[in-house]
């Protein structure tokens, strides 16, 4: 069963930390059980200088009104605006970087050295690593989040912010890219959102270049708006984006599942992939 923690739980949008069953267990607002799948059981057969510098891009208009007036994209991310779940979330990261969570295993396995985070929020999880790479690339859909991420990385000389739009890369160069990160945070994407990154992903990265993508496998009830599926899950499955990112040139190198819980409901609920660009 999920466990609430009083009021923490009120404070944040029924979004929880993730752990890895065979991480650290500390104390959390909840608890996600990853279904170990191996590579064996799993697996598919197989530059500018950045500057320290926003680039704006062409962000969809917001519209006065009820959010759902808002495009569905653009209504999920004024969601995670100025939200206390940034601050509180920093003290969720075991479950991502202890050795033993799969997320760690599946990012130790990309190239660290021009890496870019999509939906980097208020910078947590690349804070974990920003010492290890030669350049970061930090894209969020919201310039408040861009701009926490400029103070947070403020003395560091080889990290690029952008503000994107939501669904494109557009502001980074093609083949420029040697690793790709987002945790955390697509499981709330547009399922048409997802499939337009995928195709940006493969332009972006280095022929061999690698990303790790946590989504959403919440497969079972089509047409459900953002916010009304279990824990905020936007629609989408494990079968779709192992089949769009072969579309774009992207082979499934190793792929797992999460449980949130021991309700059924729950089962599977996120699924965590390891893709590589073709070379």
């Given at each position: 069963?999920?466990?609430?923690?009083?009021?923490?739980?009120?404070?944040?949008?029924?979004?929880?930390?993730?752990?890895?069953?065979?991480g650290?267990?500390?104390?959390?607002?909840?608890?996600?059980?990853?279904?170990?799948?191996?590579?064996?059981?799993?697996?598919?057969?197989?530059q500018?200088?950045?500057?320290?510098?926003?680039?704006?891009?062409?962000?969809?208009?917001?519209?006065?009104g009820?959010?759902?007036?808002?495009?569905?994209?653009?209504?999920?991310?004024?969601?995670?605006?100025?939200?206390?779940?940034?601050?509180?979330?920093?003290?969720?990261?075991?479950?991502?970087?202890?050795?033993?969570?799969?997320?760690?295993?599946?990012?130790?396995?990309?190239?660290?050295?021009?890496?870019?985070?999509?939906?980097?929020?208020?910078?947590?999880?690349?804070?974990?690593?920003?010492?290890?790479?030669?350049?970061?690339?930090?894209?969020?859909?919201?310039?408040?989040?861009?701009?926490?991420?400029?103070?947070?990385?403020?003395?560091?000389?080889?990290?690029?912010?952008?503000?994107?739009?939501?669904?494109?890369?557009?502001a980074?160069?093609?083949?420029?890219?040697?690793?790709?990160?987002?945790?955390?945070?697509?499981?709330?994407?547009?399922?048409s959102?997802?499939?337009?990154?995928?195709?940006?992903?493969?332009?972006?990265?280095?022929?061999?270049?690698?990303?790790?993508?946590?989504?959403?496998?919440?497969?079972?009830?089509?047409?459900?708006?953002?916010?009304?599926?279990?824990?905020?899950?936007?629609?989408?499955?494990?079968n779709?984006?192992?089949?769009?990112?072969?579309?774009?040139?992207?082979?499934?190198?190793?792929?797992?599942?999460?449980?949130w819980?021991?309700?059924?409901?729950?089962?599977?609920?996120?699924?965590?992939i390891?893709l590589?660009?073709?070379?």
């Amino acid at each position: 069963m999920l466990r609430h923690f009083g009021p923490l739980a009120a404070k944040l949008p029924r979004k929880r930390r993730l752990i890895d069953r065979h991480g650290a267990a500390d104390a959390l607002p909840a608890q996600m059980e990853v279904r170990a799948v191996g590579a064996e059981a799993r697996a598919f057969g197989a530059q500018a200088q950045p500057s320290c510098v926003d680039e704006d891009l062409a962000r969809a208009p917001q519209r006065p009104g009820h959010a759902s007036q808002l495009p569905p994209s653009r209504a999920i991310a004024d969601d995670w605006k100025h939200h206390e779940y940034y601050a509180e979330a920093e003290h969720w990261l075991a479950g991502f970087w202890d050795g033993s969570s799969a997320f760690r295993r599946f990012f130790d396995k990309i190239n660290r050295k021009d890496l870019l985070e999509l939906a980097c929020g208020h910078g947590r999880h690349s804070a974990q690593i920003i010492d290890s790479v030669d350049t970061l690339t930090l894209v969020d859909v919201n310039q408040e989040n861009i701009d926490a991420c400029r103070v947070r990385f403020a003395k560091y000389q080889n990290v690029r912010y952008i503000a994107n739009n939501g669904n494109d890369l557009s502001a980074v160069a093609g083949g420029s890219q040697t690793g790709l990160f987002c945790y955390d945070a697509m499981v709330h994407f547009e399922a048409s959102d997802v499939i337009d990154y995928l195709s940006e992903i493969s332009r972006i990265l280095t022929p061999g270049g690698r990303a790790v993508l946590h989504y959403s496998n919440m497969h079972w009830m089509p047409g459900v708006s953002y916010g009304d599926g279990p824990h905020m899950r936007n629609f989408f499955s494990e079968n779709m984006m192992i089949h769009f990112a072969a579309r774009n040139g992207l082979q499934t190198l190793e792929h797992t599942t999460l449980d949130w819980g021991s309700d059924p409901i729950w089962r599977d609920l996120d699924a965590l992939i390891l893709l590589e660009k073709a070379l």
